[in-house]
């Protein structure tokens, strides 16, 4: 019998970003993501976030997906 070909499915589960302003390393969960700026956090460029360590805006440019 043939053998079928399959798919393992994944979900964004959290973005990560660097800060530009203070270097530091943030992640976000993409549900809080997703729900501030809809389906263009898949995209990037999608806005900005807070950044949790110093408190400046992230400007989230081109995203990668991993
Ligand atoms: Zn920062």
């Known amino acids: 019998m043939e053998k079928a070909h399959y798919v393992i499915e994944s979900k964004p589960v959290r973005i990560s970003v660097v800060c530009p302003s203070c270097d530091e390393t943030q992640s976000y969960d993409y549900d809080s993501v997703y729900n501030k700026f809809g ?24 995203c990668e997906y991993d």
Not at 39 to 62: F, H
């Open 39 to 62: 389906a263009d956090a898949y995209y990037g460029n999608c806005g900005s976030v807070e950044c949790k360590n110093c408190q400046k805006d992230i400007e989230l440019g081109s």
